[in-house]
Nanobody, 128 residues
Framework: QVQVVESGGGLVQTGGSLRLACTAS????????MGWFRQAPGKEREFVAA????????YYLDSVKGRFTISGNNDKNAVYLQMSSLSPEDTAVYYC?????????????????????WGQGTQVTVSS
């Protein structure tokens, strides 16, 4: 079992930046990938970014490419989401997730059903 905890959300103005952090604990040696999802009010949860834990392959939602960067630190069992050029459309609760499932195709890591550990979420609010 893996547990994840997010931190780093907050209020920022349009065009600003925020860095989210997620720390994993438990059976972290079983992790295959970690990812970030978000859910805005009245909308379904959507994939934002993911990174495989061994090969460090990364995947992004098209609308965040070039603005968001996912990175990881094996020693700390942590993954980060650096967000820049934020807009009000990025306002959401951001969730960190981890999966112990290994897939040969990166598309699987963009699906929420792939992940078996979820954090409580951290609010990101971008004011206009």
């Amino acid at each position: 079992q893996v547990q994840v905890v997010e931190s780093g959300g907050g209020l920022v103005q349009t065009g600003g930046s925020l860095r989210l952090a997620c720390t994993a604990s438990g059976r972290t040696f079983t992790m295959a990938a970690m990812g970030w999802f978000r859910q805005a009010p009245g909308k379904e949860r959507e994939f934002v970014a993911a990174m495989t834990w061994s090969g460090r392959s990364t995947y992004y939602l098209d609308s965040v490419k070039g603005r968001f960067t996912i990175s990881g630190n094996n020693d700390k069992n942590a993954v980060y989401l650096q967000m820049s050029s934020l807009s009000p459309e990025d306002t959401a609760v951001y969730y960190c997730a981890a999966t112990t499932l290994h897939y040969p195709v990166g598309a699987y890591y963009q699906a929420s059903r792939t992940y078996n550990s979820w954090g409580q979420g951290t609010q990101v609010t971008v004011s206009s």
